[in-house]
């Protein structure tokens, strides 16, 4: 997840964001079988769950997500500066990863509670340059019991500079024992947005992806990498229950180039999964863990 506003200002490297932790915000929302129907259709699941089954993990993610009109929308297609996340002047924010704990399943056709707190906010400076990191904790609930806790991480950081070389990539690691081919399309990067009501441009304009944000093209959406590593760790446990999930984004992946989901048994963790999505040229675009027990 990626802002740009109208620039930096000394206000980032002089405020202490602080203040913010413990702000609080309350969102309600319908697990809705036709919403489930059409994610399941846009991951091209035959499988889809009906009223009364079980959420699947990250699925939740296309919901809570504010309907904002147009007009409070900024150039990138993202909401304004300010409401309840700290208003920081930086240009990109970034999903950068988060951690879950499932202790029960939302309910398809249930109504759901996500109850969200702000519980850390840090400055740094280093060679990327001024970063601001914001954790809000999300504690979901469903028939009146706590499903999900949900940790996100978000990063503020500065404008990528036009011509300016990538970052050196991180290779992903070897020893797979179960890989998937993913190849994505704008369709597919067109429907996620619609159905998180996520209006980022650099997932569906290319020109603005390419001459604002200098990316080489559309960008896959980190939530939906982090779903598809968990479609794909659920299915290589079919008969056990989803504890623990972590990921973190390395990298950005393209809609013109394919990629492949990986997994292998953790060496310090039987019972849990090392997941990670490697790109086309082999580096590291997300890092994950999925712990199950049966």
Avoid at 4 to 32: F, N, Q, Y
Avoid at 182 to 206: C, K
Avoid at 212 to 240: C, I, M, Q, S, W
Avoid at 265 to 291: V, Y
């Amino acid at each position: 997840m990626n802002e740009i506003a109208t620039g930096a200002t000394a206000e980032t490297s002089t405020r202490d964001w602080r203040e913010w932790v413990g702000r609080e915000e309350m969102v309600c929302d319908l697990i809705s079988p036709e919403r489930v129907a059409a994610l399941a259709a846009t991951l091209d699941l035959d499988d889809t769950p009906g009223r009364g089954d079980a959420l699947p993990p990250g699925w939740h993610w296309i919901f809570f997500n504010p309907f904002m009109p147009r007009r409070a929308l900024g150039p990138d297609g993202h909401p304004k500066r300010g409401g309840f996340l700290p208003p920081v002047t930086l240009p990109r924010r970034m999903w950068a990863g988060g951690r879950l704990a499932c202790a029960g399943s939302l309910i398809v056709g249930a109504e759901a509670v996500r109850k969200s707190t702000i519980s850390r906010v840090e400055t740094k400076s280093g060679r990327a340059g001024q970063l601001v990191f914001v954790t809000v904790t999300h504690h979901f609930f469903c028939d009146g019991k706590e499903c999900v806790t949900e940790e996100q991480d978000i990063v503020y950081r500065g404008s990528a500079a036009p011509g300016g070389l990538p970052p050196t990539p991180t290779h992903a690691p070897d020893g797979a024992q179960w890989t998937e081919r993913v190849e994505p399309d704008t369709t597919l990067l067109f429907r996620y947005s619609a159905l998180t009501f996520n209006g980022h441009r650099i997932h569906y304009d290319q020109h603005y992806a390419q001459r604002e944000e200098h990316y080489p093209d559309l960008v896959v959406h980190g939530p939906l990498t982090a779903t598809l590593l968990l479609n794909f760790a659920t299915r290589l446990r079919r008969k056990a229950r989803l504890e623990q999930f972590e990921f973190r984004g390395v990298s950005p992946l393209f809609v013109s180039s394919a990629f492949t989901l990986e997994a292998k048994i953790s060496e310090n963790d039987l019972e849990a999964l090392d997941l990670w999505a490697r790109g086309p040229s082999g580096e590291l675009a997300m890092r994950a863990s999925a712990r199950f027990s049966l």
